[in-house]
Every structure is written in C-alpha cells, then in structure tokens.
C-alpha cells in the first residue's frame, strides 16, 4: 500500500505559478512511474504529466506543454509539477498517482485507469 499526500495547491493570478508536491509513503518509490492528473468542476479527470521511475522520461498533456515541469526526488520520495504561466482553465484539482513498474509506462502513462494508488488532491485555483 502507498500513500500520496499532494500539496502546494492554492489561489493564484492568472500568470503566476505554483508548485505541487507530492510525498509518498513507501521504501520503494522508485518502484513507481508517477502521474499528475486533474479534474475541474462538471468535468472528467484528464491527465496532466508523467514522469518514469527515474525521471528520464516525460510527457505532458498538449494543455500544459511548454508550461509546466514535471520532476522527482527518489531520494525524498516525492514528485513535483511545476505550473507556470497559470490560466483560468487551469483551475481544478490536481491529483497524483502511482503506477507499478511493472505496467508498461509508454502505453499506459496517461490512461489513469492503470494507476494504482492515488492522492486525495490539492485544490488550484487561477483566478483571471
């Protein structure tokens, strides 16, 4: 069993950034390609950044290319997405999630279906 506790979320401008962090309770996190996703109020959660278990490999939603970063910390068992040049669509919570290594993390990065274990959220909130 793991758990993720994500934080950072908050109000911010239109424009600005914020850094979501996510800690996760396990001794073998790196055991664990790592997602973010989000939902926004009326919507469907859709993925947002995915990062395999040793960083090297990323993808990002077409939504939030060229904004934001997604990294992690093996060492601090966290992840972290960098959101820059926030926009009011960008509101929604934000959740992360964990996928076993043993799932195929270039088919599967973005189907949240494959995810194993999830944060309960952190609320962003870009306001225009």
């Known amino acids: 069993q793991v758990q993720l506790v994500e934080s950072g979320g908050g109000l911010v401008q239109a424009g600005g950034s914020l850094r979501l962090s996510c800690a996760a309770s396990?001794?073998?996190?790196?055991?664990?390609?790592m997602g973010w996703f989000r939902q926004a109020p009326g919507k469907e959660r859709e993925f947002v950044a995915a990062?395999?278990?040793?960083?090297?490999?990323?993808y990002y939603a077409d939504s939030v290319k060229g904004r934001s970063t997604i990294s992690r910390d093996n060492a601090r068992n966290t992840v972290y997405l960098q959101m820059n040049s926030l926009k009011p669509e960008d509101t929604a919570v934000y959740y992360c999630?964990?996928?076993?290594?043993?799932?195929?993390?270039?088919?599967?990065?973005?189907?949240?279906?494959?995810?194993?274990?999830w944060g309960q959220g952190t609320q962003v909130t870009v306001s225009s």
């Open positions: 999630a964990a996928l076993q290594t043993s799932t195929n993390y270039n088919l599967n990065y973005y189907r949240g279906s494959q995810y194993a274990y």
């Open positions: 990062i395999n278990w040793s960083g090297g490999i990323t």
């Open positions: 396990t001794r073998t996190f790196s055991s664990y390609h």
